[in-house]
Structure formats: structure tokens, C-alpha cells
Nanobody, 127 residues
Framework: QVQLVESGGGLVQPGGSLRLSCTAS????????INWFRQAPGKEREGVSC????????YYADSVRGRFTISRDNAQNTVYLQMNSLTPEDTAVYYC????????????????????WGQGTQVTVSS
């Protein structure tokens, strides 16, 4: 079965960290550019980060640059989003999406060209 599955969300206090995983089954993730998006209640979906399927370069939205790190583990067929120094403004459902078009550099903007989406994982930052 071809699918993307996110995991690693949860409840964390402000200033804390979480690592989200985006794991593929049924296809090879390294051939795809991967985007992370998030959507908070009542807000539009926001691009957070991406990693190219060309040279593997990452890109970040201004709101998370310096706090979030995206990376690949090809052996695990997984892309990670390490999130540090979390604030309540980071509370949202986080989604990953896979784009099979060669994207180098990638963009956090929603291009609408994703072959696969995950189901989302909830991140709640609260004391």
C-alpha cells in the first residue's frame, strides 16, 4: 500500500522539542521532494519547511528558521522535522507531502503538485 504516515506529534511545554517523522511505504521517499505544512484551527495551511530531491538542500519559512531542522534518512525511508524552542504559535496539525517532480531548490509554498499527503499529526504547545 502506497502511503505517507506522520508521527511524533504530542503535547509539549513552551521551549520544548519534538521530532516529527514522515515515513513512506510503497515508494522510495528519496526520489521525492518533501514539504511539511501545518494548519492551526481557523487558519490557512502554512508551509513550514521543505527538502529538495535534487541536492537535498532544505528551506524554511521565516517563522521557524533557526528552530526547525528538516532531514532525510534514506535507509528508514523517512524525513524528519526536528522542532526546537517551540511556542504556542507552533500549535497545529502538521502534514507532510511528497512531490515527485525534481524540485531544486524546493519551496515552502504550496505548489499543488504533491503526489502523496500524510494524514497529519497534532502538535500542541501549552503549559
Amino acid at each position: 500500500q502506497v502511503q505517507l504516515v506522520e508521527s511524533g506529534g504530542g503535547l509539549v511545554q513552551p521551549g520544548g522539542s519534538l521530532r516529527l517523522s514522515c515515513t513512506a511505504s510503497g515508494f522510495t521517499l528519496r526520489a521525492y521532494a518533501i514539504n511539511w505544512f501545518r494548519q492551526a484551527p481557523g487558519k490557512e495551511r502554512e508551509g513550514v519547511s521543505c527538502i529538495s530531491n535534487g541536492d537535498g538542500s532544505p528551506y524554511y519559512a521565516d517563522s521557524v528558521r533557526g528552530r526547525f531542522t528538516i532531514s532525510r534518512d534514506n535507509a528508514q525511508n523517512t524525513v524528519y522535522l526536528q522542532m526546537n524552542s517551540l511556542t504556542p504559535e507552533d500549535t497545529a496539525v502538521y502534514y507532510c507531502a511528497a512531490d515527485g517532480i525534481l524540485v531544486n531548490p524546493c519551496t515552502v509554498a504550496d505548489t499543488g503538485s504533491y503526489a502523496y499527503w500524510g494524514q497529519g499529526t497534532q502538535v500542541t504547545v501549552s503549559s
